[in-house]
């Protein structure tokens, strides 16, 4: 029997609180747009003013179920610094992946990953993510790293951050998604495009004709200008509606 999870507001610092809730609410924003899968895949963000500490979900809960309270709190080593309830653990897979991008990437506080059905089925064309719309061409500066295996080995690791580089955003070959980004609403925007740029790419080869590509230097003129220091840092200006969506349907990713 699960125990109720008490509100732990009290119990963490203003920022950290914060943060929580921000957390909370990308949770609650990938099940409502589709993009969860059961108990599996993680959101994680960095724990403010703490060193080499993030928060993750509760291994057990939905996403349609996580709340500020119910996130717990781990290092870089995997320990549990706090844990609101113990009924629940961790994904060890999902320490690995968010651990390796956390530890080596200062600039990102947010990792997002998912296993969509259109995120697989990307991650297993040869071609990869295509430039076939404006959305797709958003994504100028993709990663792909090889399949492993279910990722509970450590070593992985440095060959997911060494992969990544520099991009903000990973398909995961065989696997699914990954984004990250400075804040939540950053990652949680790319992460919401990427799976649009997915299942356009989908619906175009479904229809068995050819593809008609625009040409590279208009492909690469369109990624420059979704640069976050081109025009603005996407996914900043959308968040509040992202919240004020999420506060008309259930409040209680606040709690």
């Known amino acids: 029997m699960n125990h109720p999870i008490q509100s732990v507001r009290k119990l963490v610092s203003e920022a950290e609180w914060e943060a929580r809730v921000k957390l909370a609410a990308a949770y609650r924003l990938i099940a409502h747009f589709g993009m969860a899968d059961l108990i599996y895949n993680h959101i994680t963000c960095k724990v403010p003013d703490a060193e080499n500490e993030f928060l993750i979900n509760p291994y057990g809960m939905m996403y349609e ?125 790319t992460m919401y495009w990427l799976e649009n740029a997915c299942k356009t790419q989908l619906d175009a080869l479904a229809c068995n004709t050819a593809l008609h590509l625009p040409p590279q230097h208009v492909v690469d003129k369109t990624a420059h200008l979704f640069e976050p220091q081109v025009r603005r840092p996407y996914g900043v200006m959308e968040w509040p509606a992202m919240l004020r969506l999420l506060d008309r349907r259930d409040t209680s990713y606040r709690d």
């Open 65 to 189: 179920e996580i709340t500020a309270s119910c996130l717990v709190k781990i290092n870089l080593a995997g320990d549990i610094l706090f844990n609101p309830n113990p009924t629940y653990g961790i994904n060890p897979a999902g320490y690995v992946i968010h651990s390796a991008i956390h530890g080596a990437r200062h600039d990102v506080d947010c990792v997002i990953h998912t296993h969509t059905r259109a995120g697989m089925a990307v991650s297993a064309l040869e071609c990869g993510l295509l430039p076939i719309a404006q959305t797709n061409m958003r994504f100028g500066k993709i990663a792909y790293h090889e399949y492993e295996g279910v990722a509970v080995d450590l070593d992985e690791r440095e060959r997911l951050v060494a992969d990544l580089g520099d991009s903000d955003v990973m398909i995961l070959r065989n696997h699914g998604l990954l984004t990250c980004g400075p804040s939540v609403a950053e990652a949680f925007n």
